[in-house]
């Protein structure tokens, strides 16, 4: 936990804070991070440990009305990964990706957005007037319709939750990208791959939207998958 390490997760993490980067590197790893959220910019310490922290994935424009922002996106992550990953090296590397991607506000590439239901075709008008409103625009917009305040049409939420569908392949795609580069360099039979979340999303599950307000399941029961190098048989575990 945050408070474990005695930092704020929303300020930075203390500089004697031992970070697995550091570990890696201690053990003569080459260690890079590509990131895409705000929160994870060096200044908030999470530059720990890596030798090359590319950061411009994180940079957020925040418009004169405070209430704009512009993301990276997960292509631009994949483009710096693949460009960091062609580069020579003697050592064994530990690479840290960060996809902010499945995430509000919900809006995947074009080819992604009608791929879950025909609800999204439907409500084109709906979801292209959420697309049009600034980011604090929309954050209040959801909030509403999420506790039921602003009340929508059954098919209308179900477009807006293809959306995050849509965002999840996509960054899906992405980090296949990511794979197939580690195929083509010989890499894939010596190298683990983690796959990760740092929270879920709440539709209406529990009566609001988004996450960050509650400890239910939705938002807490994140993916965990390991891949170690070989065919060793997948399994599942409860």
């Not at 993490?13 to 003569?28: K, L, N, Q, S």
């Not at 631009?76 to 996809?99: G, I, M, N």
């Not at 791929?115 to 008008?125: C, I, K, N, R, V």
């Amino acid at each position: 936990y945050p408070s474990d390490l005695g930092g704020n997760p929303y300020k930075y993490i203390p500089y004697d804070t031992a970070t697995v980067a550091e570990a890696f590197r201690d053990a003569g790893y080459d260690t890079a991070a590509i990131v895409s959220n705000v929160w994870l910019k060096a200044s908030m310490g999470f530059d720990q440990g890596f030798e090359h922290y590319d950061e411009k994935s994180a940079i957020s424009e925040f418009y004169a009305d405070g209430d704009r922002v512009e993301w990276k996106t997960a292509a631009d992550v994949t483009d710096a990964a693949l460009a960091w990953l062609a580069s020579e090296r003697q050592a064994p590397f530990f690479l840290w990706l960060h996809y902010l991607d499945p995430h509000h506000p919900y809006d995947p590439p074009a080819q992604y957005r009608d791929l879950f239901s025909p609800a999204t075709q439907e409500h084109g008008d709906f979801l292209a007037k959420l697309r049009g409103m600034t980011t604090g625009e929309q954050t209040r917009a959801l909030t509403k319709i999420g506790t039921g305040e602003t009340a929508i049409a059954d098919s209308e939420f179900q477009a807006i939750i293809d959306q995050y569908d849509g965002e999840i392949a996509y960054t899906d795609a992405q980090i296949g990208r990511v794979i197939d580069r580690l195929a083509e360099l010989g890499a894939a039979t010596n190298t683990m791959i983690v796959i990760t979340a740092d929270h879920g999303e709440e539709f209406r599950d529990h009566g609001a939207w988004g996450h960050s307000h509650t400890l239910h399941r939705e938002l807490i029961r994140v993916p965990l998958i390991i891949a170690p190098p070989g065919t060793a048989a997948a399994r599942r575990v409860p």
